[in-house]
């Protein structure tokens, strides 16, 4: 037991370092602005394409694509992050034609998720080419199939399994309860070990493909496997396989000895009772909650619960010299408060990296966290089932409610490793709104990017009958919203090209809105247009 309270030592030393002050983040990084903005027409060729997210992400495994309105791919130089900020990043263009173009992205969250999507904008004045359907063939074909997705999941899963049987092991182990089984449990600590390690260096290779947009192939390629260790989560991952192996070693070496727990194998366990649960706390939500020191300490304490919980379920249920009276009144008595722990931590985690508790079950995150609610239920079922039948007929007819207890626990694990890919909030759109007006034979093309509240950058195109490019004096237009009591943000576009005006506001509010647009003639007379404009949070 002196060595468990040392793990738990460990770990509070550790939450006193993660309550020192952190950076603000997000689950998941969205776009915020980008240059030129979605939807903007512009005179001449841009000389970058900039795109600007609302919290540092990766490049190392990212791309920005350029494709015509032919679906012809533009060839761009690899993307760099701006040298100032983190949360800038950039491609050089070559001159391009007058064309409608489409751009497509991927980056790296801080979370280790990947985030893409596309904006489009034309060069020149002529007719804007529908370009939806490249838009979604090219976000359609990220080269990540199916197979690759179902192999990640299913690495990701022995990872689990992994931790949970190292965490049985050295709770039997440090806490002398597992005497009667002790060469079985060091077995059970260097296979445990030796499949994280494993399973950890195999999801480098799988999510570095994955991140990059690759196939299976390009997870064994070096190129792969440096982009994704030089990331967060390549250094998590890195860490649980070096902890892995030092058990791995550490409980083989303790084996070949034939004696009692050594120093070598006590310090394995501390390393993996600290180091697993933190690489993945960092290495996922937590690590990009907002505040971060709680969330990562709460995610912290839900890993070492549920997965000593579990662990000790399975070696139980596997282990007849294990499952004596003393050994199963032992692990029980912990198990409450493993329990305990692991319900406290999963609500605290849930209020921290969900930003809408109310929609949570509108998004698949929540969807996903319901179910794996459910199967905790039953775990908690049979743990009742298994505390009853082991008072009234002791260890005899314990093993089926233990293997049915543990077979729930499997499900929550397996359902885990797809939670742990979707984002804890909705997702944020940053696709402008776009709306074409008609005043007599003159139509006045509006558009607002982002739809969102901050800045926006909008364009009025007027196009006289027939296309003519006939000019007009100059466009004012305003905003005000429906649902609050503010004034009217009025703007002044200034003209960029032929009957093509561009101006700058901020949208303080989300919610529903008003645009008003007023086209002055030359002749001085004045025609509105009105659209509603729905503004994003």
């Known amino acids: 037991m002196r060595h468990i309270r040392r793990a738990f030592a460990a770990?509070?030393?550790?939450?006193?370092?993660?309550?020192?002050?952190?950076?603000?983040?997000?689950?998941?990084?969205?776009?915020d602005n980008s240059v030129p903005a979605s939807g903007a027409t512009l005179v001449e060729s841009p000389p970058q394409i900039v795109l600007d997210f609302d919290e540092p992400v990766e490049t190392s495994l990212g791309f920005i694509r350029l494709f015509g309105s032919d679906a012809t791919r533009v060839p761009l130089p690899s993307i760099a992050r701006d040298a100032s900020d983190e949360s800038i990043v950039r491609v050089d263009v070559p001159v391009l034609d007058d064309d409608t173009y489409v751009v497509?992205?991927?980056?790296?969250?801080?979370?280790?998720?990947?985030?893409?999507?596309?904006?489009?904008?034309?060069?020149?004045?002529?007719?804007?080419?529908?370009?939806?359907?490249v838009v979604a063939d090219v976000l359609g074909d990220d080269g990540t199939g199916a197979a690759l997705t179902a192999l990640t999941r299913a690495m990701r899963l022995v990872g689990y399994l992994a931790l949970a049987l190292v965490f049985a092991a050295g709770l039997f182990l440090l806490g002398g309860a597992g005497t009667a089984a002790h060469t079985w449990l060091l077995r059970v600590a260097a296979a445990s070990g030796g499949a994280m390690a494993v399973a950890a260096l195999g999801l480098l290779g799988l999510q570095g493909a994955g991140l990059s947009g690759g196939g299976i192939g390009s997870a064994l390629e070096w190129s792969t496997l440096s982009d994704i260790g030089d990331t967060r989560v390549g250094h998590a991952l890195l860490a649980r396989a070096a902890v892995g192996v030092l058990v791995m070693f550490a409980s083989v070496a303790?084996?070949?000895?034939?004696?009692?727990?050594?120093?070598?194998?006590?310090?394995?366990?501390?390393?993996?009772?600290?180091?697993?649960?933190?690489?993945?706390?960092?290495?996922?939500?937590?690590g990009a909650a907002s505040p971060m020191a709680p969330a990562v300490a709460a995610s912290v304490v839900h890993v070492l619960a549920v997965g000593t919980w579990f662990g000790g379920l399975v070696v139980l249920a596997t282990s007849s010299r294990l499952r004596e009276p003393a050994a199963v009144k032992w692990f029980s008595q912990r198990a409450v408060v493993l329990v305990g722990?692991?319900?406290?931590?999963?609500?605290?985690?849930?209020?921290?990296?969900?930003?809408?508790?109310?929609?949570?079950?509108?998004?698949?995150?929540?969807?996903?966290?319901?179910?794996?609610?459910?199967?905790?239920?039953?775990?908690?079922?049979?743990?009742?089932?298994?505390?009853?039948?082991f008072l009234?007929?002791?260890?005899?007819?314990?093993?089926?409610?233990?293997?049915?207890?543990?077979?729930?626990?499997?499900?929550?694990?397996?359902?885990?490793s797809g939670i742990v890919t979707e984002t804890p909030r909705s997702a944020v759109s940053a696709a402008p709104f776009a709306a074409s007006l008609?005043?007599?034979?003159?139509?006045?093309?509006?558009?607002?990017?982002?739809?969102?509240?901050?800045?926006?950058?909008?364009?009025?195109i007027v196009s006289k009958p027939g296309g003519s490019l006939d000019p007009v004096a100059t466009a004012r237009a305003r905003f005000s919203s429906t649902e609050r009591d503010v004034p009217p943000i009025a703007v002044e576009p200034a003209e960029v090209g032929p009957n093509h005006f561009v101006a700058t506001a901020q949208i303080p509010y989300a919610g529903e809105w008003r645009i008003d647009v007023v086209i002055v003639e030359v002749d001085g007379r004045e025609s509105l247009v009105t659209t509603p404009f729905d503004v994003r949070p």
């Open 11 to 31: 770990l509070a030393i550790v939450g006193t370092m993660l309550g020192l002050p952190a950076s603000v983040a997000s689950a998941h990084a969205v776009l």
């Open 438 to 460: 008609v005043q007599g034979d003159t139509i006045i093309n509006v558009t607002v990017s982002p739809a969102r509240v901050g800045n926006v950058e909008m364009h009025v």
């Open 104 to 133: 497509t992205y991927r980056v790296v969250s801080v979370d280790g998720h990947p985030v893409d999507g596309a904006i489009t904008f034309q060069v020149g004045e002529g007719d804007r080419v529908d370009v939806t359907s």
């Open 254 to 286: 303790a084996l070949r000895r034939g004696r009692d727990v050594g120093v070598v194998l006590r310090f394995a366990f501390v390393m993996a009772f600290v180091v697993v649960p933190l690489s993945y706390a960092f290495a996922g939500h937590p």
């Open 341 to 389: 722990l692991a319900v406290a931590s999963g609500v605290v985690q849930s209020l921290l990296i969900i930003d809408d508790i109310g929609g949570i079950l509108d998004i698949t995150y929540g969807k996903t966290l319901a179910a794996k609610l459910v199967f905790v239920g039953i775990m908690l079922l049979g743990a009742a089932v298994v505390r009853r039948t």
């Open 392 to 416: 009234d007929s002791g260890t005899q007819r314990l093993r089926p409610v233990l293997v049915a207890e543990a077979v729930a626990g499997l499900l929550v694990l397996s359902v885990t």
